[in-house]
């Protein structure tokens, strides 16, 4: 999963995102409020740690943007203000959770599969969508309640795919959502292709291809076919 880190306490920002990233996320950090702006008009993620006092503005502005502009995103406060008015003030703009500092990372990893549970819809860590079963936890995709053998970034696109259900995403979207900033356009489609390539065929092989559909010159959709 894709993950922003909005903290602008940098040894804070670095343990938040080398733990992600020991549990094998891809992360994204910035310092400002208007380094997070930026990155939220030209990007899209799974959750964000949005702390909410920046040294140009507040965090709390960015929840609307967030609402509005990216409703699938899990997003939790971690901030070191413990009233109960930014508490409810925050959860009122849209933020899932609200974790004050100081704070173990082992507790926010707990919220943060707490928050995708919700958003996900997951009952004991798991997904279930039309002959799909999403664990979480294990990072694992069954189809018919079998396990299906997918690489990480296969897993990551289903996911994604899934997590925006009916909805088209873009080459663009997809591409960025997987390698993030480090993403070079040729590198990183031609790469894309390939695992969307053997990522039907192994949809095919289990006879559920027709979920995944591609929009020529659009993008991609993931859908339950009709019967």
């Known amino acids: 999963m894709k993950f922003l880190i909005v903290e602008d306490e940098p040894n ?33 993620y799974d959750v964000i740690i949005l702390d909410i006092n920046l040294p140009d503005g507040s965090g709390l502005n ?3 943007i967030i609402k509005d502009d990216h409703p699938t995103t899990a997003t939790i406060i971690v901030s070191a203000k413990d ?21 173990h990372v082992s507790e926010l990893n707990a919220r943060i599969k707490a928050v995708l549970r919700r958003k996900l819809n997951m009952i004991e860590d798991k997904a279930v969508f039309g002959e799909f079963t999403f ?7 069954a189809i018919k309640g079998v396990e ?22 873009t080459k663009d979207s ?20 390939a695992h969307l390539k053997n990522l039907r065929k192994k949809l095919a092989k289990e006879g559920v291809e027709n979920y995944m559909q591609t929009l020529y010159g659009v993008g991609y959709k993931f859908v339950i076919p009709e019967n």
């Open 83 to 103: 009233s109960i008015e930014d508490r409810v003030k925050g959860l009122e703009l849209g933020a899932d959770d609200y974790l004050i500092k100081p704070f």
């Open 135 to 141: 664990y979480f936890d294990g990072r694992k995709v």
């Open 148 to 169: 299906v053998d997918l690489t990480k970034k296969e897993y990551d696109i289903l996911l994604y795919l899934f997590r925006n259900k009916n909805r088209v995403v």
């Open 174 to 193: 997809l591409a960025e959502h997987l390698w993030g900033d480090h993403m070079d356009d040729t590198y990183s489609y031609d790469f894309l292709y």
């Open 12 to 44: 804070l920002q670095k343990l938040i995102s080398y733990f992600l990233k020991k549990e094998d996320h891809l992360t994204e950090e910035a310092l400002t409020y208007k380094e997070a702006f930026q990155k939220l008009m030209n990007h899209t």
């Open 62 to 64: 960015l929840l609307p």
